[in-house]
């Protein structure tokens, strides 16, 4: 940013253009469904390539976001619900310090856009498709569960914004995800 800052909005744009396509090139030559490193927000072990061509994606609707909100300009729905199931991927890695027993689970909705919920094997936590009657839920609007996910609103911003129920150490655990590289 300091460095770019005597740069003139027409070369930022351009360099930004150019950067695109070679982004564009990259991921249209992965094999997205091979192994890849790990995301970071995701936690440490391999992870399959398209989440880290999904975060990548996340990273440019952000910052178009923020762009957007610095402007005064509404914010996009293009994509959100991509964006969003892309953030909710960072669940297990960020429950993964809540000590619960097999079984227990939380259910995260994002209103109009989906609920995942996140369960407690024998050996982690995980993302499943059907874990019976959750013992906590959390049901964010868009708008807050893009803000937190990327650290726009605060933990305790979204609880004010947010309807609870359920084990307060697993929707205080919920409330705190980072879908960000920080």
């Known amino acids: ?11 930022l744009v351009d360099l930004l253009d150019h950067v695109g396509d070679e982004i564009v090139a990259h991921w249209r030559g992965a094999d997205i469904d091979a ?22 994606f ?13 402007l005064g300009l509404p914010g996009l729905a293009e994509h959100v619900g991509v964006v ?4 909710m991927r960072a669940l297990p890695h960020t429950m993964r310090a809540v000590d619960a027993p097999a079984g227990t689970s939380l259910a995260f909705t994002v209103t109009g856009h989906g609920t995942w919920t996140c ?3 024998a050996e982690r ?23 937190l996910c990327t650290r726009g609103i605060t933990p305790d911003e979204a609880a004010g914004r947010a309807r609870t129920g359920g084990h307060p150490a697993l929707v205080s655990a919920a409330l705190s ?4 590289i920080r």
């Open 1 to 11: 940013m300091t460095a770019a800052r005597r740069m003139s909005p027409r070369v």
């Open 35 to 56: 192994l890849g490193g790990p995301v970071s927000w995701a936690g440490p072990e391999e992870h399959p390539v398209w989440l880290d061509a999904a975060r990548d």
């Open 58 to 70: 996340t990273e440019y609707w952000t910052h178009h976001q923020q762009i957007r909100d610095a």
């Open 84 to 87: 969003l199931d892309t953030f």
């Open 119 to 121: 369960a407690r094997t």
């Open 125 to 147: 936590w995980a993302l499943r498709d059907d874990a019976g009657a959750p013992d906590a839920r959390v049901e964010l609007d868009a708008d807050s569960a893009w803000r």
């Open 177 to 180: 995800i980072v879908s960000i």
